[in-house]
């Protein structure tokens, strides 16, 4: 059973608009989710993350939301630039375990 | 700069053999983790530790086993390989402090025939 899920395999975005990707949860115990990035044959790297008190955190272009009614959180990237093009793990962690549960990614490509 | 070394980047091994990775982290961190990568499944937990001599298993433990002797170093064991553990394996590290929370290396692609 699929506790984190990224419903979108792919992604394309044009330079300079917004990239939104999407996860979803179904365990409301999980109580701190991050995003990570990974490019080819690198491990991921960490981008931003959210403690489930809050409902934005922002760093730079990169901005979490957290809708925890919903169990949905998203990656706002402003604005998208080629660098930025990788495959986007969300992940989920519950009682300071540092065992996070990752999504099955999207992978982000922008084009100029 | 936290550094996460996984022994080999590419290997290549047969059916039945019994295949050794390692991992080694430079900084002092308590857990380590080892995960593999598959398209479509995204990154799955196999076992973790929080302390040398210690283990656990994570979601998909069938097949494998791992050893912690020391702080630094965490080694997966494919006790008798098979085709279908031809994936992408990443080892990481944690200190549960700070927002980063895993430290991953870069990876090793193993292919089993």
């Known amino acids: 059973d699929q506790q984190v899920k990224q419903n979108s395999p792919s992604l394309s975005v044009q330079e300079g608009r917004i990239s939104i990707l999407n996860c979803d949860y179904t365990n409301s115990m999980f109580d701190y989710f991050l995003w990570y990035k990974k490019y080819p044959a690198e491990g991921p790297t960490f981008l931003i993350s959210i403690s489930s008190i809050k409902d934005k955190n922002e760093d730079g272009r990169f901005t979490v939301f957290l809708n925890k009614s919903a169990k949905h959180l998203s990656l706002h990237i402003v604005p998208s630039q080629p660098g930025d093009s990788a495959v986007y793990f969300c992940a989920a962690e519950f009682y300071n375990t540092d065992k996070l549960i990752f999504g099955t990614g999207t992978r982000l490509q922008v084009f100029p | 700069d936290v550094k996460v070394t996984q022994s080999s980047r590419y290997l290549v091994k047969r059916t039945g053999e019994k295949v050794f990775l390692e991992c080694v982290q430079d900084m002092d961190h308590e857990n380590m983790f080892w995960y593999r990568q598959d398209p479509g499944l995204g990154l799955r937990l196999i076992y973790f530790?929080?302390?040398?001599?210690?283990?656990e298993k994570g979601d998909i433990p069938e097949g494998y086993s791992v050893s912690r002797e020391k702080k630094e170093r965490f080694s997966l064991i494919l006790e008798s390989a098979s085709t279908n553990q031809t994936s992408m394996y990443l080892c990481a590290s944690s200190t549960r402090q700070g927002p980063e929370k895993l430290f991953f290396g870069s990876g090793t692609q193993l292919s089993v025939l």
């Open positions: 530790s929080y302390d040398v001599k210690m283990k």
